[in-house]
């Protein structure tokens, strides 16, 4: 308990006044300095303990790879007598090169794994994901015997959480078809996949089934539901289950919000933030992102400076993506000098969204100027707006402010040089749906 607590010291108190310790209390109590980092007491007592179970050795190792001590995590893997590397000691360990995305250490200990169990399979699955190379997931996954339900979720999530979401559906479905049944873990992906997709048929289609096969109506699950219907558009349905939810989390008002906002309904994203503050929730740095893009898409320029000025309360440092906020805001709103003077006084250097932002200012009016002035103040910071690796986007919207600003052979000359170049204004793509 004081060791989940965060409080090992205590912990180690009682574990010192105990009468009589066995192997279980050594292993909690080495658990415990894992567990919050102090891998040296860790370590100290590892050697103290009377005789070692599996058990001992694989806290060790993982508490070595929590602290992304791989070489140190290995060395005891390899120390570990073979009679005691159990199913548990091969899994931590390969756990520990696949959470730090080592994928080629994870496969090599993988492949030589005696007999492999579902979570070293999804672990495996889920590296592969997060290092971007779905393919391989899969292929990994083509070769367990008989996938259950842990596999499929992390198929289904690492789908959905990397951008592929009508794989996630497909898989999703195949699952299902495979005579396994769904829980809540994978509805929540399923309904993340339907929000990419801005999908409503899909959604209304999945939540029917989400009613249908009673899966239990979690946190994870509800907020799912509001922020699947608030990108897919019908933010009424969002916010009827937003609003009989007993209990919210930071994510589902960060969504409830972020649906306003992005509709246009600032004043309502607005007053939804003050509610949530009055309920005691706390907003985070993604609250905050959220509420100062309402204010910039309202024209709230002094609400916004207002509630960029309270970052600090809630304990929060300001980051580049805030200034991004702030610079837009003075944009949208005719303040350029105001905008500039924002990335000026930066405390780091501003990238080239920042600067983009206050491009587009220049473009909506048509101050030719101010632009010029960007793109070398970006080039003197060395955040280049104009660079050969540059999306075309850039390129267009500085022609089209020199074109507005009746500065032909300035924007002729833009034009050439993305010919040259080879960079080309990317079309316009839409999504059709086809269903879950």
Known sequence: MYSKCGKPTLARKVFDEMPVRNLVTYNSMIGGYCLNGDLVSASALFSLAPGRTPVTWAVMIEGYAGIGNLTAAREVFDSTPPWMRTVVTWTVMIHGYTENTM???ARELFEEMPVKNAYVWSSMITGYFKRGDAGEARSLFNRIPTPNLINWNALIAGYAKFGFCEESLRAFRRMQ??????????????LSACAQLGALDSARELHEFIRTKKIKMNTFVLNGLVDMYAKCGDLEKARRIFDAMITRNDSCWNSMISAFSSHGRSEEALELFSRMKASGAKPNSI????????????????EGLRIFGSLQEYGLKAEVEHYGCLVDLFGRAGRLADAYNVIKMMPMKPNEVVWGALLGACRIYSDAKMADQVVYEANQTRRRVISVNDDDADYVLLSNIYTASEKWEKAEKIRKWMEENGVRKAPGSSLIGLGI
Not at 177 to 190: K, R
Not at 287 to 302: A, D, I, Q, R
């Open 103 to 105: 994928m080629v250490s």
């Open 287 to 302: 609250t905050f992102l959220v509420v100062l893009s309402s204010c910039t898409h309202g024209g709230f320029v002094e």
């Open 177 to 190: 078809e495979f005579g396994v049944e769904p829980d809540e873990f994978t509805v929540s992906s399923a």
